[in-house]
Nanobody
Framework: VQLQACGGGSVQPGGSLRLSCAAS????????MGWYRQAPGNEREWVAT???????NYSDSVKGRFTISRDVAKNTVYLQMNSLKSEDTAVYYC????????WGKGTLVTVSS
């Protein structure tokens, strides 16, 4: 089972990026998937999750700016990030829970002018 995240890059403050995380080797239909991030010198922190039923939750730091979604047919979860701030700079990781936790390799998001 692998989770492959992509979509990171460099953007100016106020800009947008869309991250994708494609799962392979197993279906995550019905399972919780999420995004976490780790900024330099900080611990990994939770960003957002989406349940198998489509219920979403967000950390206070991204609520109203980020949107998590999923395409069940593509076994993929997305993170639309708008109004990006410098403090959003981090490596972003996707996570899937099938009873066992799976992590994808991170994708770097840099927000800087």
């Amino acid at each position: 089972v692998q989770l492959q995240a992509c979509g990171g890059g460099s953007v100016q403050p106020g800009g947008s990026l869309r991250l994708s995380c494609a799962a392979s080797g197993a279906s995550f239909r019905g399972n919780v998937m999420g995004w976490y991030r780790q900024a330099p010198g900080n611990e990994r922190e939770w960003v957002a999750t989406i349940t198998g039923a489509g219920t979403t939750n967000y950390s206070d730091s991204v609520k109203g700016r980020f949107t998590i979604s999923r395409d069940v047919a593509k076994n993929t979860v997305y993170l639309q990030m708008n109004s990006l701030k410098s403090e959003d700079t981090a490596v972003y990781y996707c996570r899937g829970n099938r009873g066992r936790i799976y992590w994808g390799k991170g994708t770097l998001v840099t927000v800087s002018s």
